[in-house]
């Protein structure tokens, strides 16, 4: 069933495994995954939703972006509902003529899955018991059990790829590893309904009742969300308690215009600012969540995930092709310096759009001026939008990654 060897073992068959396991294979290097899941729960999770330029140049690269092209809805701009009245940020004119892409997480995960079973590529899904041993030598390895049987699979790098609750950071000793975390006092509920959504662009609303995100997925799939306490649980949310909570939160013109409808699916997702350092230790290198996690206000946390598997690609194509350590090397930092840009803004922007009761009334006005004086700035508008759509890759003096593999 499984291989007794392989050049990089990557447990979690999420969009960071899935997107390094297909660059990989393009560049000729061996990999395997090891999912805890099945293939169905994984594609079962409905999460992001905008992908920056860099995403989608690297899903170009790995070979699968066309549906994106194709189903994906490109996006100029969003706009911030405040204080009754809604404000465009125009991205396309503040940033240059930079645009966002709205395309499902589920979508693209879809999409490399297929890509990676089109090409005959070995996924272990239902692997349980994922352990990893000697990442501090050269000649590491990873265990797991498969219908009963335990396999060892000899490599020469494991990439963590398994999100926030994996094995692979927990590997790490206490002594390695620095821990940076903040949590927040609410979750966001999600909705997903086939029913169009309420305005052709995503709405930001600061509410005094709470933040709320209309967001999409098609013309005719919608996604929105409600700050709601972390003590509720999706149960007592009924789809009309929430259709009435999401109105009571948007402007007169989006409320008319709102097409209500069954929930597809109704979930509460967690807030958290997180951070681990180092993202390597000797041959374990951690990528997206498994390192960090940002609350989903900057829809920041795939895009991130994307960056560091562009960083981790380049650097293990560097080790094979030219016997160079040195994108290995410097994995980590170079991840590092662009996690905690994300991390800044999506803690800005989660604290400028949600309801925190402890600030009192004050906190409340305090958010509106300066929205209102981000709206009306040139500048600031600029620092949201150029944030929003994701700092290029060679931003603030980062070295310049080198363009991908050349298709095997
Ligand atoms: P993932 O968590 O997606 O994937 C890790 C994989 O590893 C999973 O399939 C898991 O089953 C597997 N795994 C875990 N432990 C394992 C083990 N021991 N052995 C083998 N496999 C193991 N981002 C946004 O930009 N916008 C959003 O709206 C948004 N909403 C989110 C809602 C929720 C509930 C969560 C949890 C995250 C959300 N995110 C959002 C962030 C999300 O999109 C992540 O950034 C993205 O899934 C990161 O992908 P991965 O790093 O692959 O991690
Ligand atoms: C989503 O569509 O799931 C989404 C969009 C934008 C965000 C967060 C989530 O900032």
């Given at each position: 069933m499984g291989h007794s060897r392989t050049q990089v073992a990557i447990v979690g068959a999420g969009p960071s495994g899935l997107l390094l396991g297909q660059l990989l294979y393009r560049a000729g290097i061996d990999a395997l995954i090891l999912e805890r899941q099945s293939a169905d729960h994984v594609l079962g999770r409905i999460r992001a939703g905008v992908l920056e330029q860099v995403t989608m140049d690297l899903l170009d690269e790995a070979g699968v972006g066309a549906r994106m092209h194709q189903e994906g809805m490109v996006h100029g701009g969003f706009d911030l509902l405040f204080n009754g009245a809604r404000h465009r940020i125009n991205l396309a004119r503040l940033t240059g003529g930079r645009h966002v892409m709205v395309y499902g997480q589920t979508e693209m995960t879809r999409d490399l899955m297929a890509a990676r079973q089109g090409a005959g590529l070995l996924t272990v899904y239902e692997a349980a018991d994922v352990t990893v041993h000697d990442f501090v030598s050269t000649q590491p390895s990873v265990r797991y059990t498969k219908d009963g049987e335990t396999h060892t699979v000899a490599c020469d790098f494991i990439a963590?790829?398994?999100?926030?609750?994996?094995v692979c950071r927990a590997s790490i000793p206490r002594t390695v590893i620095r821990e940076y975390e903040r949590t927040y006092a609410f979750g966001w509920l999600g909705l997903l309904s086939d029913t169009p959504p309420v305005h052709h662009e995503l709405i930001y609303v600061n509410s005094a009742r709470g933040f709320a995100l209309c967001s999409q997925r098609s013309a005719s799939r919608s996604r929105y969300y409600l700050q709601v306490p972390l003590k509720d649980s999706t149960s007592q949310w009924s789809d009309e308690a929430f259709w009435d909570e999401l109105r009571r939160r948007l402007d007169a013109d989006a409320r008319d215009q709102l097409v209500t409808g069954p929930s597809l699916e109704k979930s509460i997702a967690p807030l958290r600012s997180f951070v681990a350092e180092p993202m390597r230790v000797g041959r374990l290198l951690l990528a997206g969540d498994a390192a960090h996690i940002v609350p989903p206000t900057g829809a920041k946390g795939l895009n991130l995930a994307a960056s560091d598997v562009k960083f981790l690609s380049g650097a293990l194509i560097e080790f094979y092709?030219?016997?160079?350590d040195a994108g290995i090397e410097s994995y980590s930092e170079r991840c590092l310096r662009r996690v905690w840009r994300a991390e800044r803004f999506s803690w800005w922007l989660t604290g400028l759009m949600h309801q925190f009761p402890e600030n009192g009334p004050i906190g409340q006005k305090l958010q509106e001026a300066e929205l209102d004086y981000l709206v009306h700035s040139e500048p600031a508008s600029q620092a949201l939008a150029e944030n929003y759509v994701g700092l290029p890759l060679g931003f603030g003096g980062d070295p310049i990654v080198r363009e991908g593999p050349e298709s095997n």
């Amino acid at each position: 069933m499984g291989h007794s060897r392989t050049q990089v073992a990557i447990v979690g068959a999420g969009p960071s495994g899935l997107l390094l396991g297909q660059l990989l294979y393009r560049a000729g290097i061996d990999a395997l995954i090891l999912e805890r899941q099945s293939a169905d729960h994984v594609l079962g999770r409905i999460r992001a939703g905008v992908l920056e330029q860099v995403t989608m140049d690297l899903l170009d690269e790995a070979g699968v972006g066309a549906r994106m092209h194709q189903e994906g809805m490109v996006h100029g701009g969003f706009d911030l509902l405040f204080n009754g009245a809604r404000h465009r940020i125009n991205l396309a004119r503040l940033t240059g003529g930079r645009h966002v892409m709205v395309y499902g997480q589920t979508e693209m995960t879809r999409d490399l899955m297929a890509a990676r079973q089109g090409a005959g590529l070995l996924t272990v899904y239902e692997a349980a018991d994922v352990t990893v041993h000697d990442f501090v030598s050269t000649q590491p390895s990873v265990r797991y059990t498969k219908d009963g049987e335990t396999h060892t699979v000899a490599c020469d790098f494991i990439a963590g790829c398994d999100g926030f609750h994996g094995v692979c950071r927990a590997s790490i000793p206490r002594t390695v590893i620095r821990e940076y975390e903040r949590t927040y006092a609410f979750g966001w509920l999600g909705l997903l309904s086939d029913t169009p959504p309420v305005h052709h662009e995503l709405i930001y609303v600061n509410s005094a009742r709470g933040f709320a995100l209309c967001s999409q997925r098609s013309a005719s799939r919608s996604r929105y969300y409600l700050q709601v306490p972390l003590k509720d649980s999706t149960s007592q949310w009924s789809d009309e308690a929430f259709w009435d909570e999401l109105r009571r939160r948007l402007d007169a013109d989006a409320r008319d215009q709102l097409v209500t409808g069954p929930s597809l699916e109704k979930s509460i997702a967690p807030l958290r600012s997180f951070v681990a350092e180092p993202m390597r230790v000797g041959r374990l290198l951690l990528a997206g969540d498994a390192a960090h996690i940002v609350p989903p206000t900057g829809a920041k946390g795939l895009n991130l995930a994307a960056s560091d598997v562009k960083f981790l690609s380049g650097a293990l194509i560097e080790f094979y092709r030219e016997g160079s350590d040195a994108g290995i090397e410097s994995y980590s930092e170079r991840c590092l310096r662009r996690v905690w840009r994300a991390e800044r803004f999506s803690w800005w922007l989660t604290g400028l759009m949600h309801q925190f009761p402890e600030n009192g009334p004050i906190g409340q006005k305090l958010q509106e001026a300066e929205l209102d004086y981000l709206v009306h700035s040139e500048p600031a508008s600029q620092a949201l939008a150029e944030n929003y759509v994701g700092l290029p890759l060679g931003f603030g003096g980062d070295p310049i990654v080198r363009e991908g593999p050349e298709s095997n």
